[in-house]
């Protein structure tokens, strides 16, 4: 027995969208650990803000609802179809499935490399971009390089969210999609797909990122009192645990800034961490504040007891919250050298729309890219993906580092 595939997943959009009024995204379909993520990192993908949320589930069947703000070009219907695809199938819902590493899918998606050959001009990066995104091929890996005489050559490494760029049409239709953008500049546009080596996360050495940039530059997190201006952190995170007021589950009550993808973080490091969330309520107050209510409870369905337990998913929270990606502009010889990264989900999964909000940061800077790189590398007890961007600063006045690294971290939180 099950609700029929139209019910899984229901949108009711906004009469005042242009207003701001928030569309309606409701979900009620069999549980998993991690559900939650899934389905705020479609939405993180298609553009949406989610500024209130409400989940309750008994351990089997979940109903979900969203409330969000999206854009005149939001592609509703396809939006829906990638949620009812996220949604466990109504059979699964005699046990619930919590998440573990080795429950991931045996095969990977297909990595199909593009290579684009054209003339260099301002903004082209950002114009390929969003052509990629609206055609769903997720960026796995990017490489992109200009030689003297002011040729490019972009490679890109996409999966297909559709599944069919192995097919002819696909490939054209890809093709032609980038063609009309580029325009009488191109001079080649190949797709190929290639071998299961390029699918691998982290193929790169670790030698590949020297060791300045992995402590000093990156991966240290800045705290608000050495950086008072609040450029590369969020304001404080408040996190709260009690197990009083539940009798089978642990309250976490979290107070904090709002961001681009705020829910998708929290979720994520939920699901890295196998626990279930049970109940939750999610809601965006005035000045980007917000506030989060999850009752949750581990994969054994007991409460988080242990003080030591309590301590590092608190710590692991307010680090994701302060600083959910790292963004800095560091000399690179005599070069600029843009860095930004952030974690990978334990299921391998990456941030979604990363490298279009850097492209379309420096765009509206002004500021040229003259290459771009994007990889992963184990760090520590974690994947990051991380990505290289190597500023063609040109001739002229150029825009000082610190306005750069300002205006890429706020494109990325949403704060534009």
Same mark, same amino acid.
Request: charged share 25%; net charge neutral.
């Given at each position: 027995?099950?609700?029929?595939?139209?019910?899984?997943?229901?949108?009711?959009?906004?009469?005042?969208?242009?207003?701001?009024?928030?569309?309606?995204?409701?979900?009620?379909?069999?549980?998993?650990?991690?559900?939650?993520?899934?389905?705020?990192?479609?939405?993180?993908?298609?553009?949406?803000?989610?500024?209130?949320?409400?989940?309750?589930?008994?351990?089997?069947?979940?109903?979900?609802?969203?409330?969000?703000?999206?854009?005149?070009?939001?592609?509703?219907?396809?939006?829906?179809?990638?949620?009812?695809?996220?949604?466990?199938?109504?059979? %699964? #819902?005699? @046990?619930?499935?919590?998440?573990?590493?080795?429950?991931? =899918?045996?095969?990977? &998606?297909?990595?199909? +490399?593009?290579?684009?050959?054209?003339?260099?001009?301002?903004?082209?990066?950002?114009?390929?971009?969003?052509?990629?995104?609206?055609?769903?091929?997720?960026?796995?890996?990017?490489?992109?390089?200009?030689?003297?005489?002011?040729?490019?050559?972009?490679?890109?490494?996409?999966?297909?969210?559709?599944?069919?760029?192995?097919?002819?049409?696909?490939?054209?239709?890809?093709?032609?999609?980038?063609?009309?953008?580029?325009?009488?500049?191109?001079?080649?546009?190949?797709?190929?797909?290639?071998?299961?080596?390029?699918?691998?996360?982290?193929?790169?050495?670790?030698?590949?990122?020297? %060791? #300045?940039? @992995?402590?000093?530059?990156?991966?240290?997190?800045?705290? =608000?009192?050495?950086? &008072?201006?609040?450029? +590369?952190?969020?304001?404080?995170?408040?996190?709260?645990?009690?197990?009083?007021?539940?009798?089978?589950?642990?309250?976490?009550?979290?107070?904090?800034?709002?961001?681009?993808?705020?829910?998708?973080?929290?979720?994520?490091?939920?699901?890295?961490?196998?626990?279930?969330?049970?109940?939750?309520?999610?809601?965006?107050?005035?000045?980007?504040?917000?506030?989060?209510?999850?009752?949750?409870?581990?994969?054994?369905?007991?409460?988080?007891?242990?003080?030591?337990?309590?301590?590092?998913?608190?710590?692991?929270?307010?680090?994701?919250?302060?600083?959910?990606?790292?963004?800095?502009?560091?000399?690179?010889?005599?070069?600029?050298?843009?860095?930004?990264?952030? =974690?990978?989900?334990?299921?391998?999964?990456?941030?979604?729309?990363?490298?279009?909000?850097?492209?379309?940061?420096?765009?509206?800077?002004?500021?040229?890219?003259?290459?771009?790189?994007?990889?992963?590398?184990?760090?520590?007890?974690?994947?990051?993906?991380?990505?290289?961007?190597?500023?063609?600063?040109?001739?002229?006045?150029?825009?000082?580092?610190?306005?750069?690294?300002?205006?890429?971290?706020?494109?990325?939180?949403?704060?534009?």
């Amino acid at each position: 027995m099950g609700i029929p595939c139209d019910d899984v997943v229901i949108i009711r959009r906004s009469e005042r969208e242009a207003d701001g009024e928030p569309s309606v995204i409701t979900v009620n379909c069999p549980d998993k650990t991690g559900l939650g993520c899934d389905l705020c990192r479609i939405i993180l993908f298609f553009g949406l803000s989610i500024v209130r949320g409400d989940v309750s589930t008994d351990g089997k069947w979940c109903y979900i609802i969203f409330w969000v703000v999206g854009t005149p070009n939001t592609r509703w219907r396809l939006l829906e179809k990638r949620l009812v695809d996220a949604c466990p199938s109504c059979s %699964s #819902a005699s @046990t619930i499935a919590f998440y573990r590493s080795e429950l991931r =899918p045996p095969k990977p &998606p297909d990595v199909f +490399l593009i290579k684009i050959r054209c003339c260099d001009r301002r903004g082209l990066l950002y114009d390929l971009t969003s052509v990629l995104c609206e055609l769903e091929l997720v960026i796995k890996r990017v490489k992109v390089s200009t030689t003297p005489d002011g040729k490019v050559m972009d490679l890109f490494f996409v999966t297909d969210t559709r599944e069919l760029l192995h097919t002819t049409k696909r490939q054209e239709d890809a093709c032609n999609e980038l063609r009309s953008v580029i325009g009488d500049s191109i001079l080649g546009c190949e797709i190929e797909m290639v071998g299961p080596e390029i699918t691998a996360c982290s193929q790169s050495p670790p030698s590949f990122l020297p %060791s #300045a940039i @992995t402590t000093e530059y990156v991966f240290q997190r800045k705290t =608000p009192s050495t950086n &008072p201006g609040g450029l +590369l952190t969020s304001k404080s995170v408040s996190i709260k645990m009690d197990n009083m007021l539940s009798p089978a589950h642990t309250l976490v009550q979290i107070s904090c800034q709002d961001h681009k993808g705020l829910l998708y973080d929290v979720m994520r490091t939920l699901k890295d961490y196998n626990i279930q969330v049970s109940y939750g309520r999610f809601c965006q107050k005035q000045r980007r504040n917000c506030e989060l209510d999850l009752f949750i409870m581990q994969a054994d369905g007991k409460k988080i007891v242990a003080p030591s337990k309590q301590q590092a998913l608190s710590a692991r929270l307010e680090a994701e919250l302060l600083q959910p990606l790292r963004v800095a502009v560091i000399s690179r010889g005599p070069d600029t050298e843009l860095l930004v990264a952030n =974690p990978v989900e334990l299921s391998g999964k990456g941030r979604p729309l990363v490298f279009y909000d850097i492209t379309h940061a420096l765009q509206m800077l002004k500021t040229g890219i003259f290459s771009a790189e994007i990889g992963r590398h184990m760090i520590g007890d974690r994947e990051w993906e991380v990505y290289r961007i190597l500023l063609d600063e040109g001739e002229g006045q150029l825009t000082p580092r610190e306005k750069i690294e300002e205006e890429v971290w706020k494109m990325l939180m949403g704060w534009n």
